[in-house]
C-alpha cells in the first residue's frame, strides 16, 4: 500500500476548513477521508508558519536548507581536520 500524497492547496483547505469552518477536526478528518492526526499535524504546522507551512515535494523550508549546508560543511572541516592530524603524526615521524 502507498502512502498518499495531498498538495499544499488541499492541506490549506483542510485547515481553512477546521479553524475558519468552525468544523472539528475530527468531522473535517472524516470529510476528506484524512486520519485526524494528520489533520491535527496540518493544523500545527499551519499555525507556526503559514508561509512556509507546505512547501511541496522536492522543496525545503529555508531553515533546513540552511542546516544541510551546515550539515555538508561540518563533514568537510572533519574530513580536513583528520587529513590534516595524518600529515602532522607522518612528519612528526619522519623528524625522528
Same mark, same amino acid.
Given at each position: 500500500?502507498?502512502?498518499?500524497?495531498?498538495?499544499? %492547496?488541499?492541506?490549506?483547505?483542510? @485547515?481553512?476548513? @477546521?479553524?475558519?469552518?468552525? @468544523?472539528?477536526?475530527?468531522?473535517?478528518?472524516?470529510?476528506?477521508?484524512?486520519?485526524?492526526?494528520?489533520?491535527? &499535524?496540518?493544523? &500545527?504546522?499551519?499555525?507556526?508558519? =503559514? &508561509?512556509?507551512?507546505? =512547501?511541496?515535494?522536492?522543496?525545503?523550508? =529555508?531553515?533546513? @536548507? %540552511?542546516?544541510?549546508?551546515?550539515?555538508?560543511?561540518?563533514?568537510?572541516?572533519?574530513? %580536513?581536520?583528520?587529513?590534516?592530524? &595524518?600529515?602532522?603524526?607522518?612528519?612528526?615521524?619522519?623528524?625522528?
Amino acid at each position: 500500500m502507498q502512502r498518499r500524497k495531498f498538495s499544499g %492547496e488541499f492541506k490549506i483547505e483542510a @485547515v481553512r476548513l @477546521v479553524r475558519d469552518g468552525g @468544523v472539528s477536526v475530527a468531522q473535517a478528518s472524516r470529510d476528506i477521508d484524512v486520519h485526524e492526526n494528520v489533520l491535527r &499535524k496540518w493544523v &500545527k504546522d499551519f499555525g507556526s508558519d =503559514p &508561509k512556509q507551512a507546505f =512547501p511541496g515535494y522536492g522543496q525545503q523550508k =529555508p531553515d533546513q @536548507v %540552511e542546516i544541510d549546508r551546515l550539515r555538508r560543511e561540518v563533514t568537510k572541516l572533519k574530513a %580536513e581536520r583528520d587529513i590534516l592530524k &595524518k600529515a602532522a603524526a607522518y612528519f612528526a615521524r619522519e623528524s625522528t
